[in-house]
């Protein structure tokens, strides 16, 4: 799927002044995301085989590529644009000065990948992503060390299971893996419902999918 961001910026201009800036970004995010109820991504579909959106002037653009006939097909442009003052994930976006693409359309959502300036905002963002849509999840981390594939490093975070990824979600946002450590195990058990010790397993299993990954050899 192309991407639909190669010559727009997800940034308003009224509210952000636009200077001459460029770094080298290496660190990105896919993401699995379904808007909230005032987001006009939210007309996705199982009809919708893409979508580009872009916020300007704190209004979401979004447009999508839908067939209309299926066997026949046919492919129409559909584009819906709504002005809010509630924050919607183009907002979060733009907030943390990332440019998203969509790489696919599911029933429930999109699936975007976003560069980001580092690691440390991984978490940030995906913590502020949730407050705007209905289900935010973290499917991996792609570490780009040269152009060539295989020099990237990737974190496939659907091989842990829900439970796990939130568990470790958690403890990352809590600032539990800080040193010294912002929250206890007890406190992130409490808040998950579950004992230390079930949480403990949990967060070590995640840990050990992660660096296998890390270090496949």
Known sequence: MADPFRDARAVSPSTMTIQNHSEARTIKAVL????????PLTTTGEDVIDA?????????????MVDTTGADGDITIEHSSQAHDDPCSCHVFAEF??????????????????????????????????EVSERVVLRKIIEEQGTSAERARTIDMESMTDKQRQALELAVEHGYYDQPSEVSLSEIASEL?????????????????VFTQLFPD
């Open 32 to 39: 699995e995301i379904r808007p909230s109820e005032w987001c």
């Open 52 to 64: 580009q959106m872009l916020l300007a002037n704190d209004v979401c653009h979004c447009e999508f």
């Open 97 to 130: 000065d990332c440019v998203p693409a969509i790489v696919g359309v599911e029933p429930d959502g999109i699936v975007v990948s976003v560069y980001l300036p580092g690691h440390d905002v991984i978490w940030d963002l995906v913590s502020a992503l949730k």
């Open 193 to 209: 419902d579950i004992s230390k010790q079930a949480l403990s397993q949990r967060l070590a299993t995640a840990e050990r999918r």
